[in-house]
């Protein structure tokens, strides 16, 4: 009796692994062929995927900031400045990637973002562009690691969403694009911002789960990576634009530095407040009326 039990016991086992192991060979097949498709079909799968995800919220804000990389909180954007014992900085994972074709790059437009065919930036026209140097070896574009200007990238734009989740009613920011600045000191001495070009951020995803960064100057382990420090937001930016009908940065309905923070601040208390009002409402919800007046007509 026992050893038929046993043997009962091991074919089960070995029905469970095998069922297992053919999920995840379906997994990795379905991973190939959208990898196999190109940028272009993963771009709108995933755009279909994330209107999927947006299709029922009741509330959402589009944000905008910059994130300065010569403070402290973002520095793990910014170094090593140069590829050092393996490991990069995000502008340079992101330059290699483009170069190689695994992400798509699309123009920055001033006030809005297009992220169609029409408007893709080719690896080519990019460094032509902004005058990076680079060799032809075979028909192929070669870059040095000297001559990334990941050095002069000063900072990045980043857009964020904050909504609500419907089926879980919990509040949620999520990183939806990024966008490189190259500061550059003119001959006058007059220093300017490049925004380089727009990277939807769930195409950046993948492999920033797998850029191991240093988030402490108290801390050097490796304990965490690039996509946790966009998804838990551990960057400090300030606000450049909300989405408005104009597509209007602050600065352009703003005047003054004293304006601009004030305006800064005002959108930030609103997310903040809402935030605050939603947990409020979780915690004490209301009775509904329709119960209120059962009472009454009890008594």
């Known amino acids: 009796m026992q ?21 995840t060979a379906r997994e990795r097949i379905a991973r190939r062929r959208l990898q196999a498709a190109g940028p272009d079909f993963r771009s709108e799968q995933r755009n279909r995927d ?44 992101l330059f290699r990637l483009l170069q190689e074709n695994r992400i798509p790059a699309y123009e920055y437009l001033d ?17 032509d562009r902004f005058g990076i140097y680079y060799e032809t070896v075979g028909g192929e574009v070669a870059v040095n690691d000297a001559d990334i200007p990941a050095g002069e990238v000063e900072g990045y734009y980043v857009k964020e969403i904050y909504y609500l989740d419907t089926h879980s009613s919990a509040f949620r920011i999520r990183p939806t ?13 007059t220093v300017t911002r490049y925004p380089l070009f727009w990277v939807p951020y ?22 965490g990576s690039m996509d946790d420090f966009f998804r838990m937001r551990k960057y400090d930016g300030e606000i ?5 009908p104009q597509h209007l940065a602050i600065s352009q309905y703003a005047t003054t530095p004293e304006e601009i923070k004030a305006e800064q601040e005002r959108i930030e208390r609103e997310l903040a407040d809402f935030e605050k009002n939603l947990w409020k409402r979780e915690n004490h919800p209301t009775v509904p009326r329709q119960r209120k007046a059962d009472r009454r007509g009890k008594q």
């Open 3 to 23: 050893t038929k039990f046993l043997l009962i016991l091991i074919l089960f086992t070995v029905g469970i692994g095998s069922l297992f192991s053919q999920e």
């Open 50 to 93: 994330s209107d999927g995800e947006m299709e029922n919220v009741r509330w959402s804000r589009v944000i905008y900031r910059y994130l300065n990389l010569t403070e402290e909180a973002n520095a793990p954007l910014r170094y090593p400045v140069t590829p050092a014992d393996g490991r990069v900085n995000l502008f340079t994972m």
């Open 177 to 189: 694009a990024i966008c490189p600045l190259l500061q550059r000191r003119d001959d006058d001495g």
């Open 111 to 127: 006030g809005r973002e297009e992220f169609t065919e029409e408007y893709r930036t080719g690896f080519r026209e990019l460094l």
């Open 202 to 223: 769930d195409e950046v995803a993948p492999y920033a789960r797998r850029m191991p960064v240093m988030n402490s100057s108290l801390n050097n382990s490796m304990n």
């Open 240 to 244: 450049y634009k909300a989405q408005n």
